[in-house]
């Protein structure tokens, strides 16, 4: 668990030999070869983006290990289902689940039926499309989707859903950086950063705030090196102390390998969880005496004038602030904030870099919220090396909602698609993730869509969202590899196998590319060049306009079959209706693609008084009595969301089991629980009789470097501890990372869950 070991290095550059290697590397050489080049395929690791000058390797450890998953030669014969009964698979780990490889034809779980058995393409679409028509309403179906979905599948999903009449679009976002999107859009007049890579090279300042790039966003190690190699200052702002943002050696350079690494983050600034707010309003008042001693020097005043609203009123709040609650609920000194804020006053050209470690708090939108009024202050948005940078998750998660993957999509989207394709538009809002859970609970939604990702692992309150599952008419899943949530299946239930990112995709016209937009809103292209894992497969979007044919049948003018034979024209009916993406077939032929406007970059705000306006977030309270703990969940070294790799976490020093918890050494010894032991972790929320528990068993105690009163466990290990409605407002993102815990000795130590 040492601190000062390097991340990347030798270890990253022998990990990712050894996945290549177990995963066949007939297949993933190849694909690693072209992974984010031009003319290749985008990395389905994360959304960090690719530089212009591309290196011969533009990938990481655990893009390559997200590749080589996707390219093993393990497949899902026809025998795996007829062999194993489904309530047999459901006892299988989510790994052994993966482990499986690649889903090689439509199967069918028929009502009644202990086991999955093929179906043709045809028959599993004339399933879904009886079905579907024959629900009471449009809104009792759901259309889920994950991150990795291309704009092309997530565009001609959301226009089934809506021509088959609703809104109900929740998507893996809504877990995650939907605060940012909510807070953003109510200060800044658009969900999204503004920054780009090239601001990287410039700024003189990078806060990286609630995120672990070493794990998460192993490329944007590079770009912080070199802001840190030309002197740039980084911040990292978190609880932990990851390691890769401590020291880097980069792997694909020789003193990567050999040296002792580039010390990264020269200033760690250990917040409590959940103790932002506290650390940032103590800052930015710290900022506004610094201000008072030298008026005129601090602030942009020329900034605040011109483009914000709402200065006065933020600045009166945060003078009334006691300077004790802050220092208690962050956890940082008085002196500490007042030397971040002489850091920041001497910085010019400031970024914000925040993930989850915000958002995934009851006042998610408010933590994001704190951190675009410190960016105001010194007007760093809208210039050269300055702005906010939520770093996406997923590797097209910006781009479905562009897209239009939205439950509460804006009139001006919807009347642009009625207008365009003719049918009318439904404007009743649909169900967001909680929302879709609740429904799905209560028997309110009878079909479940899935396109991509692991609904009821992902979700919080894991046996509720299993529940709501099983009380399903139908579900449906497109996807690559088996998951949990496939296995939780309704009265009648269909895997449907298709293209990953890797491999060749043909339609009627021919070969075909699809496009994806980063985290720093850059649309590009991505074309697999491998031979698909079954011949079976189909693309996501011919398997979405198979579905959508047998669902509105003669009753659709949408000419699904050639939008899909050539996606160039699904391109020219998107360019028609979202803005930003004229002349979209030329453009994307450009090997860097193109950026769509960010107004807030050139200092032009979209809000209802066309200014940046400044926010006055209340301070949260958290309330954790004597005797129980605030607790995150965070991802290993060695996952990708609910896809568990190994059961180490190689740059947290813990190997072998994913159960475990983390806790302060001192917290240990007042609590009386010696490493190691197992224990049962009790979640509350809500107070008095309204309080609500959940509980998970046979966790270890691990003694670890974390703030004294948190402990850290591992997503989605941890999932049932997080009730449905324990979520942020006005996001509903839900609070996986404030959960208040108590812990006792196991009642079942033995219960090492067979799903870890
Ligand atoms: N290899 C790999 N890459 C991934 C993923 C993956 O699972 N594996 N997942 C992808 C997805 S979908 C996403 S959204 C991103 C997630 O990327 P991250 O947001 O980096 O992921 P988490 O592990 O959730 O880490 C959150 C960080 O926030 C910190 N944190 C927790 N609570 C607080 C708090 O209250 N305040 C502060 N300041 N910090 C806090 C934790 O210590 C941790 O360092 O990564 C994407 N990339
Ligand atoms: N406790 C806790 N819970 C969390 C979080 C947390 O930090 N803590 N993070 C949340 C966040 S940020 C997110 S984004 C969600 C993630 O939620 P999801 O996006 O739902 O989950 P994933 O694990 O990314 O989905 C993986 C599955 O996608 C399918 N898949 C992979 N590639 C493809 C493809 O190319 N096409 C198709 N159709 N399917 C494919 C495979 O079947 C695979 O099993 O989880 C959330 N849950
Ligand atoms: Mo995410």
Known sequence: MSDDKAAGGIEAIVQTARHARRAGLARALPALRIVNQVGGFDCPGCAWPEGSDRGAIEFCENGAKAVSHETTTKRIEREFFLSSPVAALRQQSHRWLEAQGRIGEPVILRPGSAHFEPISWGDAFGRIGETLRGLASPDRAVFYTSGRTSNEAAFLWQLFAREFGTNNLPDCSNMCHESSGTGLTEMIGIGKGTVGLDDFELADLILVIGQNPGSNHPRMLTTLQEAARRGCKIVSI??????????????????????????????????????????????????????????????????????????????????????????????????????????????????????????????????????????????????????????????????????????????????????????????????????????????????????????????????????????????????????????????????????????????????????????????????????????????????????????????????????????????????????????????????????????????????FDGKARFMRPRLPTIDVPEGRLLMMTVRSHDQYNTTIYSDDDRYRGIHGNRRVILLHREDMQQLGIVADQPLRITSHFGRGDAEQTRRVDGFRARSYDVPRGCAVTYFPEANALVPADQFADKSFTPAYKSIVISLAPSDNPGAESPRA
């Open 238 to 607: 978190n609880p932990l102390r990851e390691r890769g943002l401590v020291r880097f050696k980069h792997p694909q350079e020789f003193s990567g390998i050999i040296g002792n690494g580039t010390e990264l983050a020269n200033q760690f600034v250990r917040v409590k969880v959940g103790g932002d707010i506290a650390l940032l309003k103590g800052i930015m008042k710290q900022l506004l005496a610094l201000e008072e001693a030298r008026p005129g020097e601090i602030l942009d005043r020329e900034f605040i004038e011109a483009h914000c609203s709402g200065f006065d009123a933020f600045a009166n709040d945060l003078d009334e602030i006691d300077d004790a609650a802050l220092e208690h609920d962050s956890g940082i000194s008085r002196d500490e904030m007042r030397a971040l804020a002489e850091l920041y006053a001497r910085s010019n050209r400031v970024i914000a870099c925040w993930a989850m470690g915000l958002t995934q708090h009851r006042f998610g939108v408010e933590n994001v919220q704190e951190v675009m009024n410190l960016l105001l202050l010194r007007g760093n948005l809208g210039k050269p090396g300055a702005g906010p940078c939520p770093v996406r998750g997923h590797s097209n998660v910006q781009g479905d909602r562009t897209m239009g993957i939205w439950e509460r999509a804006p009139e001006r989207f919807l009347a642009a698609l009625e207008n365009e394709f003719g049918f009318p538009v439904p404007r009743k809002a649909g169900f967001n993730t909680i929302e879709a859970m609740h429904a799905l609970h209560r028997g309110e939604a009878d079909v479940f869509l899935g396109m991509g990702g692991n609904f009821a692992v992902a979700t919080p309150d894991t046996p509720y969202v299993e529940a709501g599952l099983n009380r399903c008419r139908l579900t449906v899943h497109v996807a690559t590899k088996l998951n949990r949530t496939h296995l939780l299946t309704g009265r009648e239930s269909l895997i449907l196998p298709c293209l990953g990112r890797t491999e060749r995709d043909v339609q009627r016209s021919g070969p075909q590319f699809v496009t994806v937009e980063n985290s720093m809103s850059c649309v590009h292209r991505s074309q697999g060049r491998l031979e698909p894992a079954s011949p079976q497969l189909r693309s996501e979007p011919s398997i979405i306009a198979g579905i959508a044919r047998a669902t509105l049948r003669e009753k659709t003018n949408t000419p699904w079959e050639n939008l899909v034979a050539n996606y160039d024209q699904l391109r020219d009916r998107i360019e028609a209706i979202v803005p930003g993406f004229e002349d979209f077939n030329e453009r994307v032929a450009n090997p860097g693609g193109f950026v769509l406007p960010r107004p807030p970059a050139e200092r032009r705000f979209e809000t």
